[in-house]
């Protein structure tokens, strides 16, 4: 496994991106909100929403109390936005989901989580789907094989000995051992294969989207019900999960590249 160097976590930074987060799923945020999603106490959130709006990072709905993003996250995203993996893979996630008529989705590793940031619903009337922002542990799915692989070993190791397995089907993989060699796999083949282990008839085949990181800047996913993916189809969305995951990698580090000359 990688050798590189373990994450090291502030718990106050930690709950404050866990904070900005949540406007992946709401709109706008409350206290409550924010304590029950967090993990904080009311003090905690409080303090955490009131720093945060102080420097501009959200603002306070005065009738409503409720949190809202504030303009230095759009300053940022306006900043970004062009070049951004969201943008650059939208065309290709298209395009990739009318190929495939299933779901396709990106998604990105939060800590020990990752969620679907984008994507495409499949137009089949039984289709798998997820809402985006819902945070997911690690070692369920494709997509948290795939995020998991390429974090460092200490940090690997870190998380299995924290985490309290959960069995959600008869599928679902618990075993640290048989985890670690499927995390080794994952990164030898260059994509994962999730069938039934989240939810049943739910599988998803997934591959690394590579940016300027050690790790994978986003992870590209099909997800589909067990009953449409046969062995010939299978082995058919495997080449073109990894065809697509690096068309999408090409094209981000390209336009990086650019924006750096330019920035020169």
């Known amino acids: 496994m990688s050798s590189k160097q373990a994450t090291h976590r502030l718990s106050t930074v930690d709950n404050a991106m866990s904070l900005l987060a949540l406007f992946l799923k709401y709109d706008s945020v409350g206290l409550i909100d924010i304590e029950r999603e967090t993990g904080v106490s009311k003090t905690a959130a409080f303090r955490l929403a009131a720093t945060m709006v102080d420097r501009g990072f959200l603002v306070k709905d005065a009738k409503t109390k409720k949190y809202y993003p504030g303009p230095i996250l759009f300053q940022l995203v306006h900043k970004f936005q062009v070049n951004d993996i969201i943008t650059i893979s939208e065309p290709f996630v298209q395009e990739l989901a009318n190929m495939t008529n299933e779901s396709v989705y990106i998604s990105i590793r939060s800590g020990n989580n990752y969620f679907f940031l984008s994507g495409v619903h499949s137009t089949y009337p039984v289709k798998v789907t997820s809402p985006f ?99 010939e189809k299978q082995q058919e969305f495997i080449e073109l999960i990894k065809n697509y995951s690096e068309k999408i990698s090409n094209e981000y580090m390209l336009k990086k590249d650019s924006e750096t000359i330019y920035e020169q």
Request: hydrophobic share 40%.
């Open 133 to 231: 922002g819902d945070e997911v542990e690690l070692y369920l799915g494709a997509a948290g094989k795939v995020h998991m692989a390429h974090m460092a070993s200490v940090d690997i190791d870190n998380y299995l000995k924290k985490t309290q397995f959960k069995t959600f089907t008869p599928d679902t993989i618990t075993d640290e051992q048989l985890i670690l060699k499927e995390l080794e796999e994952v990164k030898e083949k260059g994509y994962a294969v999730s069938l039934g282990e989240g939810f049943p008839d739910s599988s998803a085949i997934s591959a690394p989207i590579w940016g300027l990181g050690e790790e994978p800047t986003a992870v590209l996913n099909i997800l589909l019900p067990s009953t449409r993916l046969t062995t």
